[in-house]
Antibody
Framework: QVQLQQSGAELVKPGASVKLSCKTS????????IQWVKQRPGQGLGWIGE????????YYNEKFKGKATLTIDTSSSTAYMQLSSLTSEDSAVYFC????????????WGQGTLVTVSA | DIQMTQTTSSLSASLGDRVTISCSAS??????LNWYQQKPDGTVKLLIY???SLHSGVPSRFSGSGSGTDYSLTISNLEPEDIATYYC?????????FGGGTKLEIK
């Protein structure tokens, strides 16, 4: 069965960077898009960007360009998102998700990673 | 960007009720519309894709409809495990955008 296992909670200082992971299993990693989503406490969902592991092609939401960088490691079927120059506004839960057939996005979700930015 | 609007932010219903949640897009999205369920523990699942297709493993009491700019999710015969927040999302045009969510509670 499809599984997306995300890395554990992070407590990071303002100005620092953090790299989140999303380890996948149960399907062909290189055949489906991986999306990343941000959810601030008590707020809705916002698309950050996505990457196609087969080619490395990426698309970013303009709001997150310069903030998020998406990468993949095909040898371990793992996707990564690095967040840089962190501020309190970056404190949130970050989800990874994978697409479905016909490029339907967000078909399967990870459990989320809580990032807290605090001195 | 395409704006997705869920005008009802919270909704209270009784077990066994039929519940409809609405979503509208700022422009036509050609049925490229998904619905998600987020449980109180934070887990998120896809329920409906392409307006009305039921995702694998989703109970048949969930259904979707709509066209153009207006879409809806219906839950027939509400069950306790349906307590959650429901989001619509368009994938007609990048950036993908979500509605603000509708929180469903038991009356």
């Amino acid at each position: 069965q499809v599984q997306l296992q995300q890395s554990g909670a992070e407590l990071v200082k303002p100005g620092a960077s953090v790299k989140l992971s999303c380890k996948t299993s149960g399907y062909t990693f290189t055949s489906y898009w991986i999306q990343w989503v941000k959810q601030r406490p008590g707020q809705g969902l916002g698309w950050i960007g996505e990457i196609f592991p087969g080619t490395g092609t990426t698309y970013y939401n303009e709001k997150f360009k310069g903030k998020a960088t998406l990468t993949i490691d095909t040898s371990s079927s793992t996707a990564y998102m690095q967040l840089s120059s962190l501020t309190s506004e970056d404190s949130a839960v970050y989800f990874c998700a994978k697409s479905y057939d016909y490029d339907v996005p967000f078909a399967y979700w990870g459990q989320g990673t809580l990032v807290t930015v605090s001195a | 960007d395409i704006q997705m609007t869920q005008t009802t932010s919270s909704l209270s219903a009784s077990l066994g009720d039929r519940v409809t949640i609405s979503c509208s897009a700022s422009q036509g999205i050609s049925n490229y519309l998904n619905w998600y369920q987020q449980k109180p523990d934070g887990t998120v699942k896809l329920l409906i894709y392409y307006t009305s297709s039921l995702h694998s493993g989703v109970p048949s009491r969930f259904s979707g409809s709509g066209s153009g700019t207006d879409y809806s999710l219906t839950i027939s015969n509400l069950e306790p495990e349906d307590i959650a927040t429901y989001y619509c999302q368009q994938y007609s045009k990048l950036p993908w955008t979500f509605g603000g969510g509708t929180k469903l509670e038991i009356k």
